[in-house]
Every structure is written in C-alpha cells, then in structure tokens.
C-alpha cells in the first residue's frame, strides 16, 4: 500500500514551509553539499503517533513562466490530483484575499478532503477574525501558529483521522522495480520493451501517461513487478511545463519499488532534474540503474565516453551501473534485466560476520584514521544490521571521531570486496558501551 498523501496548498508567503518543517519535524535543506545534485525540497516522508504519510509543499513548485494566478492555481491542480488530504493554508492576520478565492474555487470542485488552517493566530486581534474565513465554504478550520506551534496537535489529529495505521504489509516477494525519469526520456517506450507488448500508450507528448501503472511480467522464469510513472493526462498545455510535477510522481513509485531505473535521454543529455530524481531515490535506499536510452540515435560518442559524463554528473552514486540502449528498436535491450536481478541481489547481500571483520580490520590497518587532540579512532568489532540497503554497524570507542572522509574510505573498502554495485550502503557508528 502506498503511503497517504498530504498537500499543503495556498498562496505565497501564508507560512506553508514553515508549516511543513514543523510536520516533518526538521528543518529541510535547501541545498546540500552532495557533490553534484542541489535540490529544493518539497517532498518528504512524516511520521506522527502511529501514522506515516508522504507531505508535500506546493509552494517549492517553480512555474516561474506563467503568470501570477496561474501558477498558484498550477499548484493547487497538482496537490488536488496527488493528494488524499489538502491543507488550505491561509494568513489569519492579513484576512482573505482575491487569491484565497482562486484556490478556493479549484478546491471546491475537488473531491479531495480539505482542511482550512488558519496560520499567524498567534495574537487576539489575528483570532477576532478567525469566523471571516468560513466564507471559504468548508467543514473544518484550524488556528495555528507555524512559528509559535500553535493548534499543530488539532491539525494533525484531523489531517491523520481517516489513515491506517503503520502496519507490516503482507510481504510480496517479486522483485518491483519503477521507471523513473522527467517527461518525453521514453518511460512508456522501455516499458513496452521490456513487457514485449503495447500494453502501455506511447506519445511523443510530454505528460501522456495519468498514473503510475503496475505490470507483472515473467523473465526466465520468475515474476516481476514493473511500475511505470511516465507522468500525467491533463487538457491544457500548462501541465506540459511542470517538469517537477513527474518528480512527485516518481516519488510515489519509488516508496513501492526495490530498485529505480532512472532514464536519461541520450540526446538531451543529463540536466538537473535527472538528478534531483536519481537523488530521492538514493536517499531512500533503493537500488538504482542508470538507463541511457535512445542510444541508436548517438552516432558520434563512445559508451565509455559517455559513461565517463555520467560519473562526472551523478557523483553521489558512483556506485550505479550504466545501461545504454534503445527501448524504440530494442537495441542493446537484453542487457537490462541480467542488471536488474544483480542489483536486486546486490541489494539483499549479507556478508558474515567473520568475513566482515577481516575487511574492516584489514582497511584500519592499512589506513588508520588520523588522531585529534591525541584521540585516535578504534573500531573494535563490525556487524552487518541490516539489508535492502545493506547496513552496517561499526563498534568504535569514541563515534564523534569519525570524519567524513573516513566513513567513505570503509565505504569504498567495502565496495572493492563485495559486489554492492546500484545499491546504497549504510554503515553506522556506535560507541562499544552503547544499547543496540
């Protein structure tokens, strides 16, 4: 089951990012210091009492070519066909305006529950006007204060009313993977290659495809799930132009899949919103494939010049293999699926503990972590915690003396003796007198 999905929507500057923070309960950077990807963060994971939900933040969708009205009605549209719950987010101290109304109207026809929070309610003269936003027209309104965390308990009480609570799935063992990728890269068009079939309908027209669909295909023998997310069927040209619509899109599909193959088209080359995809599901633990695809139509590059571009842009997941094909003529095609499987594996790998412990102590020895104030770092004992990603937790004496540049000199350690090609891994620093 996917999770639940919860939009916060309304006008510019009435509080939404200061609102979602407060929910996903830190602040989200804007930009990180991953060596190449910078990314806005308007898509995360929340967690309150027993219930988990998807939140986004239609304020971080950039439509900056249209005009005014537009592009707040742009994100209402959006919130209004991704969500299950829609946060109307208004400004109690400045009172309604003609742009409340515009999304009002958009929210009206919706069949989507809305919930009216009546944000800056922090003083008596912001909450004698609390009774003028009923002329919204809806059921429930809120006071709350996003800096002051006022009414935020109330808030999410009824945000969360209607949602299961977080329980174990019933395990479906197939491996699922998901199509990921901006508009017109030719989701739909692997996807077909892949399944042999047109069971999918492919259109040179960005933004053809309205929901993520799930198809299960058989591949020597075994069953697997695939999740195409080519991105949306909408009249009207304005949806053409919101690239980071299929990023929310995507994001949906990654939770549900064990590994991601994030599309690049050949011909346009890498731009910052392959990235931004390929990083969220990086950071959710997925395995990843690179897939280069329309790669009939390159004439003049060499696949490990190619491939030397692609390190070069996607520097925070060296670690992904490269696939280069063409999904139309079916070219080069067969090499996907072995990939598939070795990724999926590599993803589920456990290492014994023996075998671990050689490799760690054997990269301390090598390279020991330099000492600070005469403190020197010891790692004690290794354990691998966890899988899909791999996890590993390293027994130290001291974990604030771990530096950044160590962590990825065990990190490639690691890689050079076991094969985790497209998937994360995890290692985490306990002190020996620590709870598990």
């Keep these: 089951m996917p999770l639940p999905v919860v939009a916060l929507v309304g006008r510019p500057n009435v509080g939404k990012s200061t609102i979602f923070n407060?929910?996903?309960?830190?602040?989200?950077?804007?930009?990180?210091d991953t060596p190449g990807v910078t990314r806005d963060r308007l898509y995360s994971e929340a967690v309150y009492n027993q219930y988990k939900f998807n939140i986004i933040d239609t304020g971080g969708i950039d439509v900056s070519t249209t005009a005014f009205n537009k592009e707040i009605k742009i994100q209402a549209e959006i919130a209004i066909l991704e969500a299950d719950v829609v946060v109307f987010?208004?400004?109690g101290k400045e009172g309604l305006t003609q742009n409340d109304f515009v999304v009002r109207d958009i929210l009206r026809k919706s069949q989507k529950k809305v919930i009216v929070a009546?944000?800056?309610?922090?003083?008596?003269?912001?909450?004698?006007?609390?009774?003028?936003?009923?002329?919204l027209g809806f059921d429930t309104y809120i006071p709350i204060s996003g800096i002051h965390n006022?009414?935020?308990v109330e808030l999410m009480d009824n945000i969360t009313m209607n949602f299961q609570e977080m329980e174990e799935q019933e395990e479906d063992n197939r491996l699922k993977?998901?199509?990921?990728g901006r508009p017109n890269v030719g989701k739909s068009s692997l996807m077909n290659a892949i399944l042999n079939e047109e069971r999918v309908v492919v259109s040179d027209i960005a933004g053809t495809t309205r929901d993520a669909v799930d198809s299960v295909f058989k591949y020597n023998g075994e069953e697997y799930v695939v999740i195409d997310t080519a991105g949306m069927r909408k009249k009207g040209k304005v949806f053409e132009t919101i690239e980071k619509y299929s990023l929310l899109r995507s994001l949906r599909a990654i939770d549900r899949s064990d590994l991601c193959l994030v599309v690049i088209d050949a011909l346009q080359g890498i731009t910052e919103h392959d990235k931004h995809i390929a990083?969220?599901?990086a950071d959710k633990g997925k395995g990843i494939i690179l897939v280069v695809n329309k790669w009939d139509a390159i004439k003049d590059v060499a696949i490990k010049d190619y491939t030397k571009t692609i390190r070069n842009e996607f520097q925070f997941i060296t670690y992904a293999p490269v696939v280069f094909l063409s999904a139309l003529t079916k070219k080069r095609i067969h090499t996907l699926m072995p990939e598939i499987k070795r990724v999926y594996e590599n993803t589920r790998r456990l290492i014994k503990t023996s075998i671990l412990n050689n490799v760690i102590m054997d990269a301390y020895q090598l390279n020991p972590p330099p000492s600070y104030k005469t403190n020197r770092l010891k790692i004690y004992f290794a354990s691998q915690t966890g899988s899909a990603p791999p996890k590993f937790t390293l027994r130290v004496n001291n974990k604030s003396l771990v530096h950044f540049s160590y962590y990825r000199y065990l990190e490639n350690k690691l890689r050079e003796n076991f094969?985790?090609?497209?998937?994360?891994?995890?290692?985490?620093?306990k002190n020996r007198g620590d709870e598990t």
């Design 118 to 135: 009546i944000n800056k309610m922090d003083n008596k003269d912001a909450q004698a006007n609390i009774y003028d936003f009923y002329e």
């Design 279 to 281: 990083g969220y599901a």
């Design 150 to 152: 006022i009414g935020f």
């Design 22 to 32: 407060k929910i996903v309960g830190k602040k989200m950077a804007i930009i990180e």
């Design 89 to 91: 987010v208004v400004d």
């Design 177 to 180: 993977f998901s199509i990921i």
């Design 419 to 429: 094969d985790f090609s497209g998937t994360p891994i995890i290692i985490q620093f």
